[in-house]
T-cell receptor, first 114, second 113 residues
């Protein structure tokens, strides 16, 4: 079984300040991990993915995430928030069991103020 | 390269009716996935199709069904609609089965009255 816990339902930052969105996972297998972003009334866009190569993964729009097996975490960061980053972010785990099933966290809404 | 497309964008139905949602995957992708994003319930996996066959199914009743066509496009059918079926239905595709990265369409928003 696999699960994902996003530790914050909402995160508020000011434009230009760092962003940290926290995610913990559990998986019976060696997992693949993803972050997706969903802007209002839009589908999900892939930000980045971890598939057991480098533990620090760089994604689009300046986001990156670090896989820490000892902490079962995959936190998403960005050095400087932009107004356009305001959206909902989902941490996702795939256990590579062959069933191609993704398990989504409940999402973190990122609010960016001027 | 065109992304995943879905139609219609919005739909309003009444309880008990039936609805069909459509999805076209990225060109060259053979796997199609359906998810339901209902308010307060998050994103839940519905169905996975690959090469025309249903490969996996989430915890949804049988009135949720679908199919995949030879051109890899897919339909999701929901019979006997209930109020709680109101949700955003998202379709995703991947290059092939067991290829984990899924690319999502914009979704179809269904409102059941």
């Amino acid at each position: 079984a696999q699960s994902v816990t996003q530790l914050d339902s909402h995160v508020s930052v000011s434009e230009g300040t760092p962003v940290l969105l926290r995610c913990n996972y559990s998986s019976s297998y060696s997992p693949s991990l993803f972050w997706y972003v969903q802007h209002p009334n839009k589908g999900l866009q892939l930000l980045l993915k971890y598939t057991s190569a480098a533990t620090l993964v760089k994604g689009i729009n300046g986001f990156e995430a670090e896989f820490k097996k000892s902490e079962t975490s995959f936190h998403l960061t960005k050095p400087s928030a932009h107004m356009s980053d305001a959206a909902e972010y989902f941490c996702v785990v795939s256990d590579r069991s062959g069933y191609s099933t993704l398990t989504f966290g409940k999402g973190t809404m990122l609010l960016v103020s001027p | 390269e065109a992304g995943v497309t879905q139609s219609p964008t919005h739909l309003i139905k009444t309880r008990g009716q039936q609805v069909t949602l459509r999805c076209s995957p990225i060109s060259g992708h053979t796997s199609v996935y359906w998810y339901q994003q209902a308010l307060g319930l998050g994103l839940q996996f519905l169905l996975w199709y690959d090469e025309g066959e249903e490969r996996n199914r989430g915890n949804f009743p049988p009135r949720f069904s679908g199919r995949q066509f030879p051109n890899y496009s897919s339909e999701l059918n929901v019979n006997a609609l209930e109020l709680e079926d109101s949700a955003l239905y998202l379709c995703a595709s991947s290059l092939r089965a067991l290829q984990e990265t899924q690319y999502f369409g914009p979704g179809t928003r269904l409102l059941v009255l």
